[in-house]
T-cell receptor, first 113, second 113 residues
């Protein structure tokens, strides 16, 4: 089955710890994206990558970091510098650089205790 | 800048009622327009899309028509079901610029049996 997988579905961390969220796709898509979703605020773009070894900051990149060493993988690290990291994180991918349509993973709910 | 405005929720309807969720947009180019749906605890799924003026997107009984003159893309369904309860996001993409999709804040829909 082709698709996007995110793991884990639920993640708990102590305040001050870095944590890495996994995103893998086997759709052979060029572009990948990370969003944060908070109640009542819709989706906010954190980082995106159009090709391997290249990525750009989105609207709320502070406190986050990413890498794109492989086409199928786009992990997101939530660092201790992120002041309010508890949220639902969504990864997406797109088959073309023009982002005409995005395909989403099931999401990871991160709770920082 | 580009933006999407959709009606605030929650919207509560009885089963078999007619549904309209309003969406208007602002864009300097010629955007593609989308409706995504998010079921509880899941990622987003593309529901329908339209890529040029007067196009009608349709799927699962839902419809939306790209109205350039009113910059709108309202979502409609003639007879809703309990299984339609979800959050609905209107979105746009001006694909030849910055490869991003702009999402509205989402509208939560509750269907009562």
């Amino acid at each position: 089955d082709g698709g996007i997988t995110q793991s884990p579905k639920y993640l708990f961390r102590k305040e001050g710890q870095n944590v890495t969220l996994s995103c893998e796709q086997n759709l052979n898509h060029d572009a990948m994206y990370w969003y944060r979703q908070d109640p009542g605020q819709g989706l906010r773009l954190i980082y995106y990558s159009q090709i391997v070894n290249d990525f750009q900051k989105g609207d709320i990149a502070e406190g986050y970091s990413v890498s794109r060493e492989k086409k199928e993988s786009f992990p997101l690290t939530v660092t201790s510098a992120q002041k309010n990291p508890t949220a639902f994180y969504l990864c997406a991918s797109s088959p073309r650089r023009d982002a005409n349509e995005q395909f989403f993973g099931p999401g990871t709910r991160l709770t920082v205790l | 800048g580009d933006s999407v405005t959709q009606m605030e929720g929650p919207v509560t309807l009885s089963e078999e009622a007619f549904l309209t969720i309003n969406c208007t947009y602002t864009a300097t180019g010629y955007p593609s327009l989308f409706w995504y749906v998010q079921y509880p605890g899941e990622g987003l799924q593309l529901l329908l899309k339209a890529t040029k003026a007067d196009d009608k997107g349709s799927n699962k009984g839902f419809e939306a028509t790209y109205r350039k003159e009113t910059t709108s893309f309202h979502l409609e369904k003639g007879s809703v079901q309990v299984s339609d309860s979800a959050v609905y996001f209107c979105a746009l993409s001006v694909g030849n610029r910055d490869d991003k999709i702009i999402f509205g804040k989402g509208t939560r829909l509750h269907i009562l049996p």
